[in-house]
């Protein structure tokens, strides 16, 4: 089975348990308020926590990644060769 | 480790989406079971707007994602036109 289709097939057991639940009470499930309270809204509230997730991860990334001092100016000096180069062919910028 | 303004921007989404992340638990997670006479309800809104403002704010973000991938398609047909 491809990615797509575990990630899709468990999406669709947490939305068809979520909606059970949800609907319990019409169709005769009693659970107590305060259960009924925090659930309802439980899948915003998973994707909120996923892109909280996903942001404080790109965050610390962009935080914690290395400078290549050495490795920076040698690009920039091979930049202005290329263009250089470049320049004398014939292609403009 | 990065420097400047990297090292700034990176701890402020850190920062953030932590202090969405709080907010939020407390909103959906453990407002419901705190006596509804406590102080602390003052601070959050009603509790449709837990759902709503996440919906709307998603839409929104499509929308500008949407006018984006229009505005590049647009001038890369114009520089396409200009060209020939």
Request: charged share 10%.
């Amino acid at each position: 089975m491809t990615k797509l289709a575990q990630w899709l097939w468990g999406l669709a057991l947490l939305g068809s348990t979520w909606a059970a639940l949800t609907m319990g009470p019409t169709l005769g499930l009693e659970l107590p308020l305060t259960c009924r309270e925090v659930l309802w809204p439980l899948p915003a509230y998973l994707l909120v926590t996923v892109g909280c997730f996903a942001l404080g991860t790109v965050g610390y990334r962009v935080a914690t990644f290395n400078d290549c001092e050495g490795a920076a100016l040698e690009l920039q000096t091979q930049i202005q060769e290329a263009r250089a180069d470049l320049a004398r062919k014939g292609l403009r910028f | 480790m990065a420097t400047g303004t990297d090292q700034v921007v990176g701890l402020g989404l850190v920062a953030v989406s932590l202090l969405i992340f709080t907010y939020y638990t407390v909103w959906v997670i453990l407002l419901p079971f705190i006596d509804s006479q406590h102080v602390i309800h003052k601070y959050f809104l009603p509790r449709a707007y837990a759902v709503a403002i996440p919906l709307a704010v998603g839409l929104l973000l499509l929308l500008f994602v949407g006018v984006f991938i229009t505005c590049v398609m647009l001038k890369n047909q114009k520089v396409a036109k200009k060209a020939q």
